[in-house]
């Protein structure tokens, strides 16, 4: 199967070290919790110049993976996978990037860059993506059958046409994808 994964907020956990980087700035201590939707400077209160530069701080310094995302990347590619890496992070980013990818040991066929919340527009023939924005999660589900998306406070959404799954770690991505993979099997009509 092809599989998308997109970086911040799925393969790392971008939120621990955007925090730092708050209080860093402006003293202020904020939680995941208090990060209610997908617009850091709304969240904030400050203007979308001050957000790109303490989210491009945050990436330069390099976020921590979440638990078990680089386990279980490796595992899904062992089992014949193909994995596919999306972002919106800025140009400028893109070779850090790279290397950031590369320093976590993370293997991937293809690193597709696009923009923040038209993720879904990339031209990717996927089977299943792991999102964590919403509104690129609502808009994979017109495209790829298999959309989930990873658990923060800032994609809540009651899904009443259950567009997408919920997981709430890389346990439930592994157990959500291996379901998919395995074919269904139908009862047989001959006796």
């Not at 904030?44 to 701080?57: P, W």
């Not at 066929?109 to 690129?136: F, S, T």
Request: glycine letters at 4%; aromatic letters at 8%.
């Amino acid at each position: 199967m092809n599989l998308g994964f997109d970086i911040d907020g799925v393969i790392s956990d971008f939120v621990e070290s955007f925090i730092k980087i708050v209080k860093n700035h402006y003293n202020t201590v904020i939680t995941e919790t208090d990060i209610y939707c997908h617009d850091l400077n709304l969240v904030l209160g400050i203007t979308e110049e001050e957000r790109d530069k303490l989210i491009k701080e945050t990436i330069l310094k390099g976020p921590e993976l979440n638990l078990d995302a680089k386990q279980t990347l490796a595992k899904l590619s062992s089992e014949g996978h193909q994995i596919f890496i999306l972002t919106a992070r800025s140009n400028s980013l893109i070779e850090t990037t790279r290397k950031w990818l590369k320093e976590k040991g993370i293997s991937y066929r293809q690193l597709l860059h696009l923009k923040e919340g038209k993720k879904y527009q990339a031209n990717a023939n996927l089977d299943v993506i792991v999102e964590d924005n919403l509104k690129d999660a609502i808009g994979w589900s017109q495209k790829v059958k298999n959309v989930l998306i990873y658990d923060h406070p800032w994609n809540q959404t009651k899904n009443v046409r259950k567009l997408i799954k919920r997981v709430y770690n890389w346990d439930d991505i592994y157990t959500e994808i291996k379901r998919l993979a395995t074919p269904s099997k139908a009862p047989s009509l001959i006796s």
